[in-house]
């Protein structure tokens, strides 16, 4: 996106944000990968690419707000955006002000916090969800094996797009809400359902040392050892 708005509209300034330096210099030589399929004539520097119809694209990392306070964009794409600082979340957000673009804010969840969960949840929000079941290079086997090595709250985060509270946490958002009097809380403490999923991931960290253990019985065999799980 970030490559056609840049050769197809002059003049345009764009924006990418990442949670690291590295990070943004991975994203940066996506950009360049994609224009350098196309015969648009561009020239760069560190941190910017400078297409000869007059717009830029700026990499920078977001660690630090100072970084990327007052720059001016027509689109900002922040990537990993649910592991942006917030305080650079802050700072990203005016450079929309005087131009009215567009903001595309990419992310695995990070639990119900920050810009990103803001964002995912708003209702004049354009929202994508899409699930590791929809990847087509993810098969099914490679899926369900890391539902077991992940665990419920994780694989919900990592593969299903769910905002869950913390990974192995006992007691949800609304259960310390609760605790502490927050009115804002939106529904009952559930209980029952907090102990079930404590019992569940319970079963998931015995389920996956079984599974580990049968690995570790069938490497032993294919190299002639004695097992060790009696």
Same mark, same amino acid.
């Given at each position: 996106?970030?490559?056609?708005?840049?050769?197809?509209?002059?003049?345009?300034?764009?924006?990418?944000?990442?949670?690291?330096?590295?990070?943004?210099?991975?994203?940066?030589?996506?950009?360049?990968?994609?224009?350098?399929?196309?015969?648009?004539?561009?020239?760069?520097?560190?941190?910017?690419?400078?297409?000869?119809?007059?717009?830029?694209?700026?990499?920078?990392?977001?660690?630090?707000?100072?970084?990327?306070?007052?720059?001016?964009?027509?689109?900002?794409?922040?990537?990993? *955006? &649910? %592991? +942006?600082?917030? /305080?650079?979340?802050?700072?990203?957000?005016?450079? @929309? $002000?005087?131009?009215? !673009? #567009?903001?595309?804010?990419?992310?695995?969840?990070?639990?119900?916090?920050?810009?990103?969960?803001?964002?995912?949840?708003?209702?004049?929000?354009?929202?994508?969800?899409?699930?590791?079941?929809?990847?087509?290079?993810?098969?099914?086997?490679?899926?369900?094996?890391?539902?077991?090595?992940?665990?419920?709250?994780?694989?919900?985060?990592?593969?299903? *797009? &769910? %905002? +869950?509270?913390? /990974?192995?946490?006992?007691?949800?958002?609304?259960? @310390? $809400?609760?605790?502490? !009097? #927050?009115?804002?809380?939106?529904?009952?403490?559930?209980?029952?359902?907090?102990?079930?999923?404590?019992?569940?991931?319970?079963?998931?960290?015995?389920?996956?040392?079984?599974?580990?253990?049968?690995?570790?019985?069938?490497?032993?065999?294919?190299?002639?050892?004695?097992?060790?799980?009696?």
């Amino acid at each position: 996106r970030a490559a056609y708005t840049a050769a197809r509209n002059p003049s345009h300034r764009i924006v990418l944000v990442s949670p690291t330096f590295r990070q943004s210099s991975a994203l940066r030589s996506k950009v360049l990968g994609c224009l350098q399929r196309t015969h648009v004539g561009y020239d760069q520097t560190r941190e910017e690419i400078h297409l000869l119809y007059g717009s830029t694209i700026r990499a920078l990392p977001g660690d630090d707000p100072d970084k990327v306070r007052g720059a001016t964009a027509d689109l900002v794409i922040i990537d990993e *955006c &649910a %592991f +942006v600082k917030e /305080n650079v979340a802050a700072a990203v957000l005016p450079m @929309l $002000a005087s131009t009215g !673009g #567009d903001l595309i804010a990419v992310s695995t969840p990070n639990g119900p916090q920050g810009l990103f969960h803001e964002l995912a949840t708003s209702d004049d929000v354009l929202v994508i969800k899409v699930p590791a079941e929809r990847i087509p290079r993810f098969d099914a086997n490679t899926i369900a094996d890391l539902r077991i090595r992940l665990g419920p709250a994780r694989a919900s985060q990592e593969l299903d *797009c &769910a %905002f +869950v509270v913390a /990974n192995r946490s006992v007691f949800d958002a609304n259960a @310390l $809400a609760a605790m502490f !009097g #927050d009115a804002s809380v939106g529904s009952a403490v559930d209980l029952e359902g907090i102990e079930a999923a404590a019992e569940a991931e319970e079963q998931t960290l015995e389920a996956e040392w079984k599974l580990q253990q049968r690995r570790d019985d069938r490497l032993r065999q294919v190299k002639g050892w004695p097992p060790i799980y009696q």
